[in-house]
């Protein structure tokens, strides 16, 4: 029995997790698994019902589980708290609190999707990447004020702290295509100085990894112009949030975009997208970054990679079928509600056909 603490969140939240429970309940089927399944109240939700983001019940059934899978958190109705009490600040204490430091974002291109995407077919044919963000640190958690009409964040990083995600970068390049890009602001920011620092020093233990040193603004433009010469990409905490939005555009949306935060006994599953507000409620959401990122759960928690591989098939077959949410739909598209995307690819699971049986 696999235990999984189930966060909706806000927003779209509520849907898109419900939509990846019915994509596990037939992966449950198919694979001879089990999960046990408890919901918590976190973000904007929990301030409601508790007058906290993160309330205690919620993180003790956090500490209780093996995995937790997330929604989404925030909206406009919070915007105007105090910090502490944003829904934002709970997702950023649950990351530290969990010890996840890794936070992998895999980009990849869906050839189906080509006419959704910004590129030139021809520069993405070959992308598939994956992102190594730092995320317990940086200006995320380094120390803030404010005052009046003046205010401060810090950035701030230890040896340690990179090194941990770095290794795992250099860990990940040197059973795929040997090649990792740091990137970092190394011409202007001390802590991307000691960044470079460590990569080069990690870099000795995997001689076989070509390493390219890259500043944060080039990367964002050679993201765009050459996305194909990137593979394994480790960076702090607010570069790997700007750059993973922009590489998610190479997946046709950013509802298409799973993430993994690893790095301490309980990891954590979550779509990179937000709540969209404006979609809530609607059944419009896409649900398949949460899905991919219940493929990522099954992967890195389960150890159950035919599973994982099944559900990423089963995407894969659901999209070339022409089958979309609205943020996916091409000319010719059979545009389907988030409910009914999740059965479509419920139904592939081992079963490329999709037909009943
Ligand atoms: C993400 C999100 C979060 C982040 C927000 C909601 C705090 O944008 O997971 O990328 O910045 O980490
Ligand atoms: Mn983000």
Redesign the pocket.
């Known amino acids: 029995m696999f235990k999984i603490a189930v966060l909706p969140g806000d927003g779209i939240g509520p849907e898109i997790t419900r939509a990846a429970q019915i994509v596990l309940k037939k992966v449950e089927q198919a694979f001879n698994l089990k999960f046990a399944l408890k919901e918590g109240v976190f973000g904007g939700a929990g301030y409601d019902a508790y007058g906290t983001p993160f309330p205690e019940e919620t993180e003790k059934m956090v500490e209780e589980s093996q995995a937790v899978l997330l929604g989404?958190?925030?909206g406009p109705r919070w915007d105007d708290l105090p910090r502490e009490l944003r829904p934002?600040s709970a997702?950023?204490a649950l990351r530290k609190k969990l010890g996840l430091y890794c936070?992998l974002r895999p980009v990849k291109y869906f050839k189906v999707l080509a006419e959704k995407v910004a590129w030139k077919p021809e520069l993405l044919s070959e992308v598939d990447l994956i992102i190594f963000r730092e995320?317990t640190g940086g200006a995320?958690f380094g120390t803030k004020g404010r005052k009046e009409k003046e205010a401060f964040d810090t950035i701030q990083y230890s040896w340690e702290e990179v090194e941990r995600l770095v290794r795992r970068g250099f860990t990940t390049a040197s059973k795929r295509k040997k090649i990792l890009h740091s990137i970092d602001k190394a011409n202007v920011l001390e802590t991307s100085r000691l960044w470079r620092e460590v990569v080069n020093q990690v870099a000795k233990e995997y001689p076989e990894v070509k390493v390219e040193h890259m500043y944060v603004d080039n990367a964002a433009l050679q993201l765009v112009v050459n996305p194909q010469q990137f593979d394994v990409i480790v960076t702090e905490?607010?570069f790997g949030?700007i750059l993973?939005?922009l590489a998610a555009a190479i997946g046709g949306s950013l509802g298409m975009l799973p993430?993994a935060s690893l790095g301490g006994k309980i990891s954590l599953y979550?779509p990179?997208h937000?709540s969209a507000p404006d979609l809530a409620g609607q059944n419009k959401a896409n649900p398949i970054a949460t899905i991919l990122s219940l493929a990522l759960m099954l992967r890195y928690s389960c150890q159950e990679e035919e599973a994982a591989l099944a559900v990423e098939k089963a995407v894969e077959q659901v999209l070339e079928a022409g089958y979309a949410t609205g943020d996916i739909a091409r000319k010719n598209s059979k545009v389907v509600g988030t409910q009914e995307m999740a059965e479509l690819i419920a139904q592939r699971i081992n079963n490329p056909s999709g037909k009943i049986t």
């Open positions: 989404a958190v925030g934002e997702l950023l936070n995320l995320y905490n607010m949030d993973s939005d993430s979550e990179a937000g």
